[in-house]
């Protein structure tokens, strides 16, 4: 089976840095790929590259190759907007807009220009279910998003994200500064999700990576070390780094 | 211990004293034109037009004037310095030349109104052939208004968090729809401010007026017809010794449109803090 995603030399330099060191990887279809790694080991900086976020920064130059089936997404023919369409984000902090709960879930929709309202509420119940927050807020979906706890803005982000059907779903540290029971809900929505969408879980918690992802990739330092099935990752890595920063002995 | 108490005490005393002041100042002003004029005001001196010079009679001319130049100063800067500031904000980068741009709307800024007049009598009256009219004043109380306008709706985009525009991007938006969705709607406090404090402006203005809509205290018709504002129709009673008291009446006027204006502008603020606060 062909890769979702196929990563070759991937290398991101802000100003004269090269913050992303040449990466190359394959993401496989409705998986959930976790990538680990210690504070400025580049995790952010490679998930923003697959749908072309960082380019959004002052000074900021990418080279290399991301092919989302098959496509080259830095090459002439891709469209930015047209591929964050299809390629979904979630922020490390949550940032709901300054909008309604509803308003929030459907504005990517509405962008597509889905009109019907009944459409709309449809999809904000199906999302909202799927974020497992529907039951918390489904008597206030017209309150503002910023007024909702930080767990349960994460999970708005993510029915926000959900809600434009991306085929790939970026999340980076969705569950930092989250209480174990928001994370066990954000974990089973992913563990749900994969059926249909293909997902990156960047995260600075190793269990997390290790009870959620089916395959983990190691960075430090803007590189590559190691990437593999969870379990051996986790139990039988091939690097000494890796071992290290797996078993908390690393630094 | 005792000499920090004491020397604080002191600098405490001295704001609050120059604070005091300061609001002692203005409200004699207020007191001031609103004492000696205000008893001129009566509904005759509100909605009648000028007798005899403006001897005697009333204002409205005046009013219709000041509100039609100041409307329609802004109907013009509006599009031009929101445009301006959305376009520096969102679709440059900090560059030498936005800086030049940036340096070019302070130092307009800070010209005095009567250049603008000469230069509006010159440009839009004189060579553009547009003679004293509504129109020509228009545009040059715009030109004068527009650095205030897109420094401070600049100032209110650039204040708009950057994450929302990221998070808007990264869900399939363009840079202008962007803009529009989220941008625009959460900076309008500050451009509504900057409108305000515009209009203010345009409503006290004299000398860039009188230079490009002249002095006609006949009803204005279209925007084709010279016009008198209240500023004007005040200078001219006060500086021909025709009327102190009508001077008075007017000044009255001018000076609660102003305080209504700005008092409107807060009004309007608290409204929408409480609307982004609920
Ligand atoms: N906008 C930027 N400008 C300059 N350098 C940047 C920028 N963003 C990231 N970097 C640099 O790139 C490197 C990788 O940063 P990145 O945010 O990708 O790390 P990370 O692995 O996500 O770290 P964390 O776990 O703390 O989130 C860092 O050295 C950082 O200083
Ligand atoms: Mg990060």
């Known amino acids: 089976m062909t890769p979702k995603v196929e990563v070759r030399d991937l290398r991101v330099f802000f100003g004269g840095e090269e913050a992303l060191r040449g990466v190359s990887l394959d993401i496989a279809a409705n998986r959930i790929l976790g990538v680990i790694g210690p504070a400025g080991s580049a995790k952010t900086t490679f998930l923003r590259a697959l749908d072309r976020m960082n380019e959004l920064k002052a000074g900021c130059r990418t080279a290399g190759r991301v092919l989302v089936d098959g496509e080259d997404v830095y090459g002439p023919a891709c469209d930015p907007v047209a591929l964050r369409k299809r390629v979904g984000m979630v922020f490390a902090m949550p940032v709901p807009l300054p909008l309604s709960i509803y308003e929030n879930v459907v504005y990517g929709p509405r962008l597509n220009g889905v009109r019907n309202k009944a459409e709309l509420d449809g999809l904000v119940e199906e999302c909202l279910r799927a974020a497992f927050l529907w039951d918390e807020v489904k008597d206030r ?26 085929e790939l779903i970026l999340l980076d540290e969705p569950c930092s500064g989250l209480d174990p029971i928001s ?21 600075n918690n190793t269990k997390q990576a290790a009870r959620a992802s089916d395959e983990t990739a190691f960075f430090l330092m803007g590189e590559l070390v190691e990437m593999g099935p969870t379990g051996r990752i986790f139990t039988n890595p091939s690097d000494k780094r890796t071992e290290d920063y797996v078993t908390g002995r690393f630094g | 211990m005792n000499a920090h108490r004491a020397s604080q005490r002191v600098a405490v005393s001295i704001l609050a004293a120059a604070t005091f002041l300061c609001l002692a100042i203005v409200a004699f002003v207020i007191g001031f034109v609103l004492e000696k004029g205000l008893p001129q005001l009566s509904w005759e001196f509100l909605f009648t037009k ?39 904000a969102e679709y440059t980068r900090e560059t030498r030349v936005t800086k030049v741009i940036r340096f070019g709307t302070d130092c307009l800024a800070g ?14 009256v004189t060579t553009l052939k547009m003679g004293w009219s509504l129109i020509a004043g228009a545009l040059t109380l ?24 990221e998070v808007s991007m990264s869900l399939g938006a363009t840079r202008w729809e962007t803009v529009r969705k989220v941008v625009l709607p959460n900076a309008l406090p500050g451009i509504v401010t900057g409108v305000m404090l515009s209009f203010g402006r345009s409503i006290g203005e004299t000398a860039a007026v009188i230079f490009t809509a002249g002095s006609s205290f006949r009803l ?12 004007v129709h005040f200078y001219i009673l006060a500086r021909e010794g025709i009327s102190t008291d009508k001077a008075y009446g007017t000044a009255a006027v001018l000076v609660i449109a102003v305080l209504a204006v700005n008092g409107l502008t807060y009004a309007l603020m608290g409204g929408f803090m409480k609307r982004k606060a609920r």
Do not use: N
């Open chain 1, 141 to 166: 979906l017209g309150g503002s998003g910023l007024k909702l706890s930080g767990g349960q803005q994460q999970r708005l982000c993510l029915a926000r994200t959900l809600a434009m059907r991306p």
């Open chain 1, 183 to 203: 994370t066990a809900r954000i974990e089973e929505a992913l563990s749900l999700l994969k059926e249909r969408h293909t997902i990156v879980l960047v995260t």
């Open chain 2, 50 to 88: 000028p007798r005899d010079m403006g001897k005697a009679g009333g204002i409205l001319p005046a009013i219709v004037g000041t509100l039609a130049l100041s409307l329609m100063a802004i109907a013009v800067a509006l599009p031009l310095g929101v445009g301006t500031a959305v376009y520096l």
């Open chain 2, 111 to 124: 010209i005095p109104s009567i250049i603008f007049g000469l230069f509006g009598y010159i440009f839009f």
């Open chain 2, 142 to 165: 715009a030109i004068m208004v527009l650095p205030t306008l897109i420094r401070t709706s600049e100032e209110a985009i650039r204040s708009v968090p950057q994450s929302w525009r």
């Open chain 2, 220 to 231: 204005p018709k279209s925007a084709f017809d010279s016009a008198r504002t209240l500023a």
